[in-house]
């Protein structure tokens, strides 16, 4: 029945619906089927102690989307109710989400997750990509980040500018500065409407867990804006433009004397 209604040479639901089931394209799906086939054997079908076949690739694969896009009654709970993991993340304007770190609420906030954010760490330790730009006849050699203003008053944070005056230089900055910034939350947004697993209460009493199907929820989302960046609804900028791949960098960490005085920079 999960074949012929999606799978088949013709199948009975056409691409649309199978979108909106398993929140992405037939072939993206199909290619995450072979590649876990090929990767985990308990996603290839295989008999069972009595002979019979059991579930096929496709099926178990399925399962497993329907727990993310469909998600389940959670545990973790915020001050109001409401599910509330903290999650930070760097994303651009196309949607893709190059970093992302979450805490447990009570335990981190929009200040303190700075404290234990791998991003932030490799920048107070030197390891972070080497940037230089100058403003104002001023050099800095860090990159900078979009925020707000309850984030510390660092110079790798870029803040708006609050009650600017009408039709001046600092209204169009706060402008612009707060359209871009909008490109996080409209990447939440459209993670949060394909993985309801996300947007729910976490089921699983394990952080290693939550990591775990964060990140996944998170590395499907990148894998369907790239599959999809030629349709119109995303309008992104073609992944080759922008310049090569980032390569792997195994870095020595940095002293206690480097250390504080990068932090100190910053």
């Given at each position: 029945m999960l074949y012929s209604d999606y799978f088949a040479d013709a199948p009975l639901h056409g691409e649309k619906t199978f979108r909106r089931r398993y929140r992405m394209s037939r072939k993206l799906f199909l290619g995450i089927v072979n590649s876990i086939r090929?990767?985990?054997?308990?996603?290839?079908?295989?008999?069972?102690?009595?002979?019979?076949?059991?579930?096929?690739?496709?099926?178990?694969?399925?399962t497993a989307m329907r727990m993310l896009a469909y998600g389940a009654p959670g545990l973790y709970k915020g001050a109001k109710s409401g599910c509330s993991v903290v999650l930070e993340a760097v994303a651009t304007q196309d949607l893709w989400i190059w970093h992302s770190f979450f805490g447990m609420p009570g335990t981190h906030n929009d200040i303190n997750v700075l404290q234990c954010s791998p991003v932030f760490a490799k920048l107070v330790e030197g390891h972070s990509p080497p940037v230089k730009f100058e403003v104002h006849g001023r050099h800095y050699n860090k990159g900078y980040y979009l925020a707000d203003g309850i984030y510390p008053r660092w110079s790798t944070f870029v803040k708006t500018i609050s009650n600017p005056m009408p039709r001046g230089k600092n209204a169009w900055f706060a402008k612009v500065h707060e359209a871009c910034r909008k490109d996080v939350e409209r990447a939440f947004g459209v993670l949060q409407s394909r993985f309801a697993i996300v947007r729910f209460p976490a089921q699983t009493w394990s952080k290693d867990q939550?990591?775990?199907?964060?990140?996944?929820c998170v590395i499907l989302h990148n894998m369907i804006i790239e599959s999809e960046q030629e349709e119109p609804v995303f309008d992104t900028e073609p992944y080759y433009s922008q310049g090569p791949l980032?390569?792997?960098?195994?870095?020595?960490?940095?002293?206690?004397t480097n250390y504080l005085n990068m932090r100190q920079e910053i």
């Open positions: 090929e990767f985990d054997s308990y996603f290839k079908c295989k008999m069972d102690c009595t002979g019979t076949l059991g579930f096929t690739s496709i099926q178990k694969c399925t939550m990591w775990e199907i964060m990140t996944c980032a390569q792997v960098d195994h870095q020595l960490p940095a002293t206690w």
